[in-house]
């Protein structure tokens, strides 16, 4: 099957990676719904992950927002993984065209990627609701409860799309654009069940669909190739190869 991909590969020059949180894993990331919850004193009770990292939940109980964001959304020590090595590599030779993601940990750019679609934004920028006035993570990771902006006061909050907010209507279209564009389309690390990130693939008209996932998604009547490994390992070796 690697040999297979790495000839997809090969034959291909105008490709687009889609990825999810099991691009991450091997940096030690793991997916926050995996957290048990947060118990809030302010509500008496557990919040799922989702409830936690809700817009509603921002605006209303930002401490306890705060907690839980740094907790299990942040990692500035992550490094990036075999995988983000060998989408930048894959850049680098000029097949690779764009990284659609939707993880939230910026590694596709420490790993040197240029193009990179974040549908979910990035812990790595932040910015004052107020003046708009833009901050590192440290800067979060810094404050104590709820960062306030040292410009003017206002409060300071991730560029993160939260549950309850819509995605970026421009960082949709470009991905649709490269999607649409693209002759090989590879889909990795995702459950396709994260809507309406996962529904995007159906933009791809081109030849070489492929999914690589450790678990079954669902999509793979959809695939021209379908390898259920660890994605880190299956880049590397791909790539390497070519």
């Known amino acids: 099957m690697y040999e297979q991909l790495t000839q997809m590969l090969r034959e291909s020059d105008n490709i687009v990676f889609f990825g999810g ?3 991450s894993t091997a940096s030690n990331i793991p997916d926050f719904r995996s957290s048990d ?3 809030s004193k302010k509500l008496l009770r557990r919040c799922s992950p ?3 990292v809700s817009h509603t939940f921002l605006i209303q109980y930002p401490e306890e927002f705060y907690e839980f964001y740094k907790k299990n959304l942040v990692y500035p020590d992550a490094k990036p993984n075999d995988c983000h090595i060998a989408l930048a590599k894959l850049e680098q030779m000029g097949k690779l065209k764009a ?3 939707q993880n939230i940990d910026g590694l596709h750019q420490k790993a040197g ?5 974040e549908l979910h934004g990035s812990t790595e920028r932040n910015y004052c609701r107020k003046c708009g006035k833009k901050f590192d993570v440290n800067y ?3 404050a104590d409860g709820e960062p306030i902006c040292d410009a003017c006061g206002g409060k300071v909050r991730p560029d993160v799309v939260l549950y309850e907010e819509g995605l970026n209507e421009a960082t949709v279209m470009k991905a649709i654009d490269a999607i649409a564009a693209a002759d090989m389309l590879i889909v990795g690390g995702t459950s396709l069940v994260v809507y309406p990130a996962a529904g995007l693939i159906r933009y791809f008209r081109g030849k070489n669909l492929v999914l690589i996932n450790k678990t079954i998604t669902g999509a793979e009547g959809m695939a021209d190739l379908v390898i259920n490994d660890d994605i880190a390992k299956v880049m590397k070796e791909a790539v390497n190869a070519l």
């Open 99 to 101: 990284i659609v993601t």
């Open 50 to 52: 989702e409830e936690a």
């Open 113 to 117: 990627s240029k193009v990179v679609y």
């Open 21 to 23: 949180a099991g691009v």
């Open 140 to 142: 979060i990771l810094a």
């Open 37 to 39: 919850g947060l118990y």
